[in-house]
């Protein structure tokens, strides 16, 4: 038999189509019925996202919370950068290397700029090693807010995760351009020292810069466009401000203290100490730059903490 019900016919003798009878629910299996008794029904855990007041806290455990997400974050980054290039990740190393050689023609050769007794082409590139990560990371992580309008909208995570993915995506350069420079110190026939092993604390404090001035500037980008702009030419002043390709020895002694109030000044005059062995060990210029740099991030993380709530809105 068919499982319908007829309709009866109509006053004017049309009968109704048949209605089809709903099957019976099936009984939940045992299975099923013991996961129920064994776990009882909980809540759902539920998210509050609140407007931020007072005192920002950067809340960095939310980071560690998401560090799957930075992780994928950070390897987007890698690959969106070299896609679809004939040299790849050789653009990392060709960057610098270019750089070098101009600086070694017009400083080196034609102004005759002193490199602490040092090849001038080594001088430069073992400056330009972290300067290339810090003005990569600084020139990224400022546009990572913006140009990630579309996932900021949509979903929630943290914002602080956009630009310090950015900033850590540029350690595949990094490592690039560091195999270059040892490379070329042995064609030069220079040894690495002992000092070789504070050469990681020098990239975090290159590291800890960029991300601090990143946060700063990426916030302020959603807020005023006008900062896209001027990014370059912050980048460029910046270079030139920092002993790249002059030394600091340069620099009257009255005034190192102060110089010091650029971080990358610190970073520089390190990745020289501890490479090539130029000078004595900057200790003053690299405490003042750590201090710096430390400051930039503490107030960048508050900062970007404390704007994030209109991030959405004006994006």
């Known amino acids: 038999m068919s499982d319908s019900i007829v309709v009866p016919d109509s006053p004017r003798g049309v009968q109704g189509p048949p209605i089809p009878v709903p099957k019976p629910l099936r009984a939940p299996s045992a299975s099923v019925v013991a996961r129920r008794a064994a776990d009882p029904k909980k809540p759902k855990p539920v998210v509050y996202i609140r407007r931020s007041t007072g005192l920002v806290s950067p809340r960095l455990d939310e980071l560690w919370q998401y560090r799957e997400l930075l992780y994928f974050l950070v390897w987007r980054d890698v690959?969106?950068?070299?896609?679809?290039?004939?040299?790849?990740?050789?653009?990392?190393?060709?960057?610098?290397?270019?750089?070098?050689?101009?600086?070694?023609?017009?400083?080196?050769?034609?102004?005759?700029?002193?490199?602490?007794?040092?090849?001038?082409?080594l001088f430069a590139?073992?400056?330009?090693?972290?300067?290339?990560?810090?003005?990569?990371?600084?020139?990224?992580?400022?546009?990572?807010?913006?140009?990630?309008?579309?996932?900021?909208?949509?979903?929630?995570?943290?914002?602080?995760?956009?630009?310090?993915?950015?900033?850590?995506?540029?350690?595949?350069?990094?490592?690039?351009?560091?195999l270059l420079l040892l490379e070329m110190m042995w064609f030069y026939g220079l040894a690495p020292q002992l000092t070789l092993v504070y050469v990681p604390l020098f990239v975090l404090l290159a590291l800890v810069t960029a991300m601090g001035v990143s946060l700063w500037l990426s916030a302020l980008n959603v807020?005023?466009?006008?900062?896209?702009?001027?990014?370059?030419?912050?980048?460029?002043?910046?270079?030139?401000?920092?002993?790249?390709?002059?030394?600091?020895?340069?620099?009257?002694?009255?005034?190192?203290?102060?110089?010091?109030?650029?971080?990358?000044?610190?970073?520089?005059?390190?990745?020289r100490w501890a490479l090539l062995g130029t000078a004595t060990r900057p200790g003053g210029i690299v405490l003042v730059?750590?201090?710096?740099?430390?400051?930039?991030?503490?107030?960048?993380?508050?900062?970007?903490?404390?704007?994030?709530?209109?991030?959405?809105?004006?994006v």
């Open 125 to 178: 590139y073992c400056a330009l090693v972290p300067w290339g990560f810090f003005a990569n990371g600084l020139n990224m992580g400022s546009n990572s807010l913006v140009e990630s309008a579309n996932l900021i909208r949509k979903v929630y995570l943290p914002r602080l995760a956009l630009p310090v993915a950015t900033v850590l995506s540029g350690g595949v350069d990094l490592g690039g351009s560091l």
């Open 289 to 314: 730059s750590c201090l710096a740099a430390c400051l930039s991030l503490v107030t960048g993380l508050r900062y970007c903490r404390h704007a994030e709530k209109t991030f959405a809105d004006v």
């Open 79 to 121: 690959k969106v950068r070299y896609k679809q290039t004939a040299l790849g990740i050789a653009w990392a190393v060709m960057q610098p290397l270019l750089t070098m050689a101009v600086f070694s023609l017009f400083f080196g050769r034609f102004a005759k700029v002193p490199s602490d007794g040092v090849p001038y082409p």
């Open 223 to 271: 807020q005023y466009r006008d900062v896209r702009y001027t990014i370059p030419f912050l980048i460029q002043i910046w270079m030139f401000a920092t002993p790249i390709a002059y030394p600091s020895s340069l620099v009257p002694q009255k005034w190192r203290m102060l110089y010091g109030l650029n971080p990358m000044a610190g970073v520089v005059e390190g990745f």
